[in-house]
T-cell receptor
Framework: AQSVTQLGSHVSVSEGALVLLRCNYS??????LFWYVQYPNQGLQLLLK??????LVKGINGFEAEFKKSETSFHLTKPSAHMSDAAEYFC??????????FGTGTSLTVIP | GAVVSQHPSRVICKSGTSVKIECRSL??????MFWYRQFPKQSLMLMAT?????????EQGVEKDKFLINHASLTLSTLTVTSAHPEDSSFYIC???????????FGPGTRLTVT
């Protein structure tokens, strides 16, 4: 069985500060991992994905994530937060693509 | 590439009526489509998985007679909420996956409000 845990349902950072959103997964097989962003009343937009290639994955809007197998983690980071980054972020895991397991989401607030 | 659309984006209907939501893959053939439901401030909950030309597979606890899913073509799946009630009000999101890929591409969602 697979699952995703996102630590911190709400994260607040100052504009220009480092963004760190945590995601830990459990999977019995090598997983595919994703980070999505959701703005109010919109669908999910893919930020980045891990597909067993490079462990450091770069995505859109300056975000990146590092796959750490030993820690079963896939934390999302951005060096400098922008006001437009305020949104809901979801981590997801799948092994075959048939079933996506989503975390409970982290709401990011950026303080001017 | 890999764009998924949903229609309508918002719908308001009266209690007891039925409403149909369409999900289309615009630039690829979607052999599998997925329907999710999202309550406010919560994560996505998978409702059902449908393969083109086959009956949908519903997740435990999802009423298949209430949420009718049809995946008649490789680019279109529909979700019909029958005899809608206020508790069916929610944000419904579809996703689609092509052949030989693990990635799901998500639609923009449909906000259903039942009055």
């Amino acid at each position: 069985a697979q699952s995703v845990t996102q630590l911190g349902s709400h994260v607040s950072v100052s504009e220009g500060a480092l963004v760190l959103l945590r995601c830990n997964y459990s999977s019995s097989v090598p997983p595919y991992l994703f980070w999505y962003v959701q703005y109010p009343n919109q669908g999910l937009q893919l930020l980045l994905k891990y597909t067993s290639a490079a462990t450091l994955v770069k995505g859109i809007n300056g975000f990146e994530a590092e796959f750490k197998k030993s820690e079963t983690s896939f934390h999302l980071t951005k060096p400098s937060a922008h006001m437009s980054d305020a949104a809901e972020y979801f981590c997801a895991v799948t092994d075959t693509g048939n079933q996506f397991y989503f975390g409970t989401g982290t709401s990011l607030t950026v303080i001017p | 590439g890999a764009v998924v659309s949903q229609h309508p984006s918002r719908v308001i209907c009266k209690s007891g009526t039925s409403v149909k939501i369409e999900c289309r893959s615009l630039d690829f053939q979607a052999t599998t489509m997925f329907w999710y439901r999202q309550f406010p401030k919560q994560s996505l909950m998978l409702m059902a998985t449908s393969n083109e030309g086959s009956k949908a597979t519903y997740e435990q606890g999802v009423e298949k007679d209430k949420f009718l899913i049809n995946h008649a073509s490789l680019t279109l799946s529909t979700l019909t909420v029958t005899s809608a009630h206020p508790e069916d009000s929610s944000f419904y999101i579809c996703s689609a996956r092509g052949t030989g890929t693990y990635e799901q591409y998500f639609g923009p969602g449909t906000r259903l409000t039942v009055t």
